[in-house]
């Protein structure tokens, strides 16, 4: 069988053309992500795999179904960048994919210690050749309390590793499922000197953090987000951060990161004002949606991409 993917990179393109022929998979590899005028690509094919950095919606859906296509696998957790009930409403599935939760955890937490040590303002000083120390001391995450927000397979991990500096960790989800202390989200809020949040991005979650929950939180607190931009008001956490509220922050994704990560921007400027008024704030860590960006992942995704249409494939001629 075949798939044709889209928006392939030339490291899984590599790891495609390298997995498929043992899976009995014959892989087209795209570059560019998925539109209306490359969708003929997929012709032929039933199944496509397609990235997260571009956007899929009605027009590039209503191609694909057009030259056959029945099943999207998107080489990521997160489903926000598909129009995914138009996509059922023309015929097309979409499932998304699991890779190791390590590539993200480990990243969180690095992002956690280096938000509380005033890593961002301590390395420009040193890179400016200004090596006095700090006026303003760190803090030891055994000393703090860490309020985990979503407690899936990447929440879970994250509180794995905390366990082992020693802080207290309250978690919130709407469907509790790991061994942790789960309090009510007005709790976790005002107990927590750090809040990082791993829960999906869906209309129930769209700012679950907003202006009036940002404003619950401790004075001094921090804010870490690896799950995805909308989660955060980010006009909420600009005021946040500037007035002094927040501690700090580490973001490594962003309401309206499309069009401006994964591109050099060097010389051009940048068309968001809360990018650029985050990254002029020297509490604030921004990097570009890299959490889940590990040679691990990338083979679990890859191969996981690869057996997800495999797997439709074998129920639908089954169900035949």
């Known amino acids: ?23 009995g998979v014959v892989p087209t590899v795209v570059e560019a992500g998925v539109c209306g005028d490359n969708a003929e690509l997929a ?19 209503f191609a694909l179904r057009e030259v056959g296509v029945a099943y999207i696998s998107t080489r990521s957790i997160g489903y926000n960048h598909i129009d ?10 979409v499932e998304n994919v699991n890779y190791s939760p390590d590539s993200v955890a480990d990243y969180t937490v690095m992002l956690m210690l280096m938000a509380v040590r ?63 202390d789960y309090v009510a989200l007005d709790d976790l809020l005002h107990q927590s000197d750090i809040v990082t949040l791993h829960t999906p991005l869906n209309a129930d979650t769209r700012h679950l953090l907003n202006r009036h929950r940002i404003a619950r939180l401790k004075h001094g607190a921090f804010i870490v987000n690896t799950g995805r931009g909308g989660l955060l008001d980010t006009e909420a956490l ?24 994964y591109a ?27 959490a889940y960006h590990t040679e691990h992942a990338l083979r679990d995704t890859v191969e996981n991409s690869i057996v997800n249409c495999r797997n439709f494939v074998s129920r639908k001629q089954h169900w035949i």
């Open 1 to 23: 069988m075949g798939i044709t993917v889209y928006g392939c990179g030339r490291d899984e393109g590599l790891l495609f053309r390298e997995m498929g022929p043992r899976f």
């Open 43 to 61: 012709r032929g094919n039933r199944c496509v795999s397609v990235g997260h950095k571009s956007y899929v919606g009605k027009d590039a859906l």
């Open 84 to 93: 995914v009930a138009y996509a059922e409403s023309v015929g097309i599935s």
């Open 118 to 180: 005033n890593a961002k303002s301590i390395i420009s000083r040193a890179d400016a050749h200004d090596y006095r120390l700090n006026d303003v001391r760190g803090k030891e995450l055994r000393d703090l309390t860490v309020g985990v927000i979503g407690t899936g397979r990447i929440g879970a991990a994250v509180m794995d590793r905390l366990r082992g500096f020693g802080c207290r960790i309250v978690a919130y989800d709407s469907r509790p499922t790991a061994a942790a």
């Open 238 to 261: 600009v005021a946040a951060l500037e007035s002094g509220r927040l501690g700090g922050a580490a973001l490594d994704v962003l309401e309206g990161e499309e069009g401006i990560f």
């Open 264 to 290: 050099d921007r060097r010389g051009e400027p940048i068309d968001s004002e809360w990018l650029v008024r985050l990254q002029r704030l020297p509490n604030v860590l921004v990097s570009p949606h890299t």
